[in-house]
């Protein structure tokens, strides 16, 4: 089992375009998380998906961004026109049940 | 609130001696307690959970309630243990069964010296 897997692992945009971060979790594992870790804080929740459910998004802001978990492929987490306070980096984590196994992360960059 | 408070941003000890790395937490149920660990260039990883009760590469941690604390000790620390160590509450069977959301704390890193 390769683990969860994240890409890209860096992206960079320019103010005003969009992110596009995916996740997939590992075999069998049927729950997905994101989270957000700004430079020198803690990883905060953002949302918590299902196959082709939202659970719980109380973490995400309320505008720009969304995710998704489609029965097939990859999660994604979009972010739409960035702005330089959306630089951070993003973790995924997928769960069987219990224990969340996390992804190495993407670290977005906006110029 | 839910908050999970780690005091130390840095701690550095040399080989051999003890660690204890500080978490206290704030919450009004029955939370779940986990530390992870993140050394250089891997991924975030469990290291232990306060219901197992195991000891994990010489780390054990005991959650007071009382003091609404979960510390992280080892009595000889090694060189390989330096890394950031992040403490973290989840609501008990959440959202049926599966747990919920980790609230992390900012973090500790751990040096350890030769």
């Known amino acids: 089992n390769a683990g969860v897997m994240q890409n890209p692992r860096h992206l960079v945009r320019r103010r005003g375009q969009e992110a596009r971060l995916r996740c997939s979790p590992m075999?069998?594992?049927?729950?997905v998380y994101w989270y957000r870790q700004l430079p020198e804080e803690g990883l905060k929740f953002m949302v918590y998906?299902?196959?082709?459910?939202?659970?719980?998004e109380s973490g995400m802001p309320k505008e720009r961004f969304s995710a998704e978990f489609p029965k097939e492929g990859p999660s994604i987490l979009r972010i739409q026109q960035v702005v330089r306070g959306d630089s951070a980096a993003y973790f995924c984590a997928s769960s069987p049940r219990g224990e969340q196994y996390f992804g190495p992360g993407t670290r977005l960059t906006v110029t | 609130a839910q908050r999970v408070t780690q005091p130390e941003k840095l701690l550095s000890v040399f080989k051999g001696a003890p660690v204890e790395l500080k978490c206290n937490y704030s919450?009004?149920?029955?939370?779940?307690l986990f530390w992870y660990v993140q050394y250089s260039r891997q991924r975030l990883q469990l290291l232990l959970r306060?219901?197992s009760r195991e000891s994990i590469k010489g780390f054990t941690a005991d959650l007071n309630k009382g003091e609404t604390s979960f510390h992280l000790k080892k009595p000889f620390a090694q060189e390989e243990d330096s890394a950031m160590y992040y403490c973290a509450l989840s609501p008990i069977l959440n959202y049926g069964g599966s747990q919920g959301n980790l609230i992390f704390g900012k973090g500790t890193k751990l040096s350890v010296k030769p």
């Open positions: 306060h219901i």
């Open positions: 919450y009004s149920g029955s939370p779940e």
């Open positions: 075999k069998g594992h049927s729950h």
């Open positions: 998906l299902q196959k082709e459910n939202i659970i719980d």
